[in-house]
Structures are given as C-alpha cells and as structure tokens.
C-alpha cells in the first residue's frame, strides 16, 4: 500500500483537522501519522501521512482536501517505506552524537540533520575560514557558495528565493549547519530542531 506525507495548511479551529480526515476516508485512505509543523495567527501547518490504497487516486485525494473549507496543500511526499517514529529517530540520533569522537562528530551531526528534516543534503561549514567541513546528501554546492551564502544569511536574512534552505549556528565553533529541502521550507518546530541539533556540538 503506497504512504504519502501530505502538508496541508489548515485553520486552528476545533474540527478542521477531523473534516480534512473525513475527506482522506472518503477515497479509503486512512492516517497514520500526524505531526504539528506550526500554529500561529489563526493556521496550523501538519504533515499527514496517509496510507492510500492505489497510487492512482493521489489526485482524487488531493481534489477531496482541496474541498474542505480553508485547506491547502503545500506539497506532497512519496514513502519509499513507512515512516519510522520520530521519537525514536531523535533518540539514535542523539545517541550517536553523544558517542561519537573528534571529527566523527561533524559527520553524524550532517546525518542527523538531513535525517530527522527530510532534507535533500545537509553540509557544516567554517563561514570565515571558507570551507565545508562535512555534509551529506548530494547535490551539496561548492564551499565558497556555502559559505557567502551563510555569512549573507548572518548579515541579511535568508533571500526570498532561496527559501528552501536554512541555516542554525553552532554556538561554540562559530560554524553553520545548512540544510536544503526542495519540496518545501522548514518552518517552526522543523528550525527548532535544526537549532538544537547545532546547539548539541
């Protein structure tokens, strides 16, 4: 049965979640997972994970949410294979990082972080020596790139077209953890963990 990770933009009122459920039981769907993104200013972001009987009825899944009054889907995720518990990842993460040494260190901070995110990469640069001092995923841009990038973010914001990536600085090292996600950009609860995890080195 193919499982899909469907954010969905909805009202924070009593109900909306269950009318958007209702909808994804109409096409014989069924949830089985919910996490709360972030809520604030009358909306909630969630990430529903749905198993859904036929590939083909994506769209019709789709169109049954796109029903419910004050609903929109920002993307949706393909599972290669159900989702672990998030708890539990966190806690291997954890785990490896506090038992990791030396330079080993950097390596699993960049795994855990494209891990517990979903991200497409995750890399570790030094912004002022210039150089990418782990990463993991593909697709990584050169050093130099990375590392302007981050200095501007440092300086300026984070540029409305780059919005798919995003930056936590490691407190005692002056480096930066930069993740990158094509379908959609990390927000709330999502940056917290990205800010904790750097806080952890």
Do not use: N
């Amino acid at each position: 049965m193919p499982a899909y990770v469907i954010r969905v933009w909805l009202p924070d009122r009593p109900g909306a979640l269950g009318a958007v459920a209702s909808r994804v039981g109409a096409v014989r769907a069924d949830v089985i997972g919910i996490d709360i993104i972030e809520r604030g200013a009358g909306r909630a972001v969630d990430d529903l994970v749905i198993d859904l009987p036929d590939g083909e009825l994506v769209d019709l899944l789709l169109a049954e949410i796109g029903e419910v009054e004050g609903v929109d889907v920002e993307h949706l995720r393909p599972l290669e294979s159900a989702p672990p518990d998030p708890a539990v990842t966190a806690l291997h993460c954890a785990r490896a990082l506090h038992a990791a040494v030396d330079d080993e260190v950097f390596a699993q901070l960049v795994s855990a972080a494209k891990l517990l995110l979903g991200a497409d990469w995750a890399a570790l640069v030094d912004p002022t020596g210039g150089r990418l001092v782990a990463s993991d995923g593909g697709d990584v841009p050169d050093e130099s790139w990375l590392c302007a990038f981050v200095l501007g973010v440092t300086v300026q914001g984070a540029p409305a077209d780059l919005a798919d990536l995003a930056v936590a600085k490691l407190p005692a090292s002056g480096h930066a953890l930069v993740v990158a996600r094509a379908d959609s950009p990390l927000r709330g609860r999502e940056q917290d963990v990205l800010e904790a995890l750097a806080e952890m080195v």
